[in-house]
């Protein structure tokens, strides 16, 4: 077996072990423990899952909060694997502008929730905190300041001739055995697939802020990267949008005692999709609960993949979200 | 071209400001929505136990039998579950830092101890591996490793004196 494959599965077990014992309110904080950098994606997915089947409709604004969130999780997350990508090519001062921004971004989420990555604010039936408008405003102009770094990154990677050299034509994935395949996330929207689960609308305000996935042709791990970058200058755009069309109400909907049904969840995350699937008998405690990370499904795809060399592979499960050091416990 | 791009990052890299502080010489900055710690108000706690039923790590522990309350701080996750739990509204959270000591494995309060008086809350059971107290922790290392440390300690000594014996002269 491969040796990143058992610790995927290995780690993901101690949640699941976990269920056991707790009951459903406190294995969202579990699940958000599960994903070091970016767990809010997974606690709205387990809270999606919970909502579902219980039946409960989360007020219009609590979407709107998740929304944002979700968002500048995905933003830090894919600035963090940029960076990752930037030292693996020796470029240390591109590497750490994308650092850089993303402490800002963290700090817009510290001011925001309290929290910098384990946010601990997305509760079944909706979010725990509203937002202060105030800092709201505030946090704008700092995003307005990182969207102008972001575009500077954007044309480093597409014109210096360094990156280019080193990323261009490696890892190619053909459009084909992309669709044909279980990869997800850049690795799919670098080969011109268009899939994305904020577009169904399934989770989140995504339904109303005309949300359009971004793609690329080139199938490559540049062409990847330039996926994450652009995914980044996009989420700061959808944030504005969300910010800017939040309705007034509630935050919370009451949910019941005991979840009786099942539901599966899929969320986009920076390195595809998260599934979770749980099921309840009435009781407090979940009967099941299932997790298949985008790294999982990902991994598959490394043997459908051309021009693949020894000192390349880092750079091509980097791009791809293949990382079960970041991911995964 | 590419000197001048180089001149002007390296300009900019030098005279920018860290993005990062440093702690702790720089002090403490709490963000502007800090959730800080957990504040135990002993008079209004009536030692209900819902918090630390409610509580997803198991670090607010009332404790019945001997009327008081703890907060394992290393343990707390800062979500406020216990917060919106509390019927009498016994625990918020201040926007301070409360330094989670180490050496020091609970927080305990003495709550004012209106035990039994909550006919309501009578009849909810406490997992029984969920009231520990302070005393009874059980220690990081188990009795097995204590005493293999000790033996190695023993050995030490043991060698130290063969040593010196060795080294006296004659
Ligand atoms: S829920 Fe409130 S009243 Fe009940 S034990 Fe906890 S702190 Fe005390
Ligand atoms: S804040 Fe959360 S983790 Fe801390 S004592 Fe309360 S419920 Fe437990």
């Not at chain 1, 939040?246 to 998260?274: F, H, L, T």
């Not at chain 2, 800090?34 to 630390?52: F, H, K, N, P």
């Not at chain 2, 520990?132 to 922790?137: A, I, L, M, N, Y």
Request: aromatic content about 4%; proline content about 4%; some cysteine.
């Amino acid at each position: 077996m491969n040796k990143s494959m058992f610790e995927t599965t290995e780690y993901t077990s101690r949640f699941l072990q976990l269920s056991e014992v707790k009951d459903y309110r406190q294995l969202v904080y579990a699940a958000e423990r599960m994903y070091g950098t970016g767990g809010f994606g997974n606690s709205v997915a387990m809270c999606t899952a919970l909502e579902g089947a219980a039946e409960v409709v989360i007020p219009e604004k609590a979407q709107y909060i998740r929304t944002i969130l979700m968002e500048l999780s995905m933003m830090q997350e894919n600035l963090l694997r940029l960076a990752a990508i930037a030292e693996t090519l020796n470029f240390d001062s591109l590497s750490m502008m994308c650092w850089t921004e993303r402490e800002k971004i963290l700090e817009i989420l510290d001011d925001l929730t309290g929290n910098r990555m384990i946010l601990s604010m997305c509760v079944p039936g909706g979010v725990r905190k509203s937002l202060d408008p105030e800092i709201l405003e505030e946090s704008l102009d700092e995003l307005n300041v990182v969207m102008q770094k972001a575009e500077t990154i954007k044309g480093i990677i597409a014109e210096d001739s360094m990156v280019k050299r080193r990323l261009r034509g490696v890892g190619v994935l053909a459009k084909e055995a992309a669709q044909g395949s279980s990869v997800t996330g850049p690795g799919a929207k670098g080969s011109g697939v268009d899939i994305d689960r904020r577009m169904l609308g399934e989770y989140g305000a995504y339904r109303n802020l005309d949300f359009v996935p971004v793609t690329e042709t080139g199938g490559d791990c540049l062409a990847r990267c330039m996926v994450k970058i652009r995914e980044v200058i996009q989420s700061g755009e959808l944030i504005r949008k969300a910010v800017e069309n939040m309705p007034e109400g509630s935050i919370r909907s009451e949910m019941p005692a005991g979840i009786n049904g099942e539901w599966i969840a899929k969320i986009e995350q920076p390195d595809g999709v998260d599934t979770f699937y749980i099921s309840g008998s009435g009781s407090a405690f979940l009967d099941e609960i299932g997790v298949r990370t985008a790294g999982e499904s990902n991994q598959k795809i490394m043997d459908r993949l051309e021009n693949v060399t020894l000192e390349n592979e880092a750079l091509i499960r980097l791009t791809l979200g293949i990382d079960s050091c970041l991911k995964e416990r | 071209m590419g000197v001048m791009k180089i001149g002007k990052s390296l300009m900019n890299s030098l005279f920018a400001e860290p993005e990062t502080s440093k702690y702790p010489e720089g002090g403490l900055k709490l963000s502007k929505a800090s959730r800080g710690s957990i504040v135990i108000d002993e008079e209004a706690c009536t030692l209900c136990r819902l918090c630390g039923r409610r509580c997803p790590s198991g670090a607010i522990k009332p404790d019945r039998s001997q009327s008081r309350i703890m907060i394992d701080r290393m343990k707390c996750l800062v979500c406020g579950e216990c917060v919106e739990e509390c019927p009498e509204h016994a625990l918020s959270m201040a926007r301070e830092y409360v330094s989670p000591d180490p050496s020091v494995l609970v927080d305990v309060y003495r709550a004012s101890a209106r035990v039994g008086s909550d006919s309501v809350l009578q009849g909810i059971e406490m997992p029984p591996e969920e009231i520990v107290s302070s005393e009874e922790k059980i220690p990081a290392v188990s009795t097995k490793e204590v005493q293999r440390i000790k033996r190695k300690k023993k050995n030490k000594k043991k060698k130290k004196k063969r040593n010196k014996k060795r080294n006296k002269p004659n």
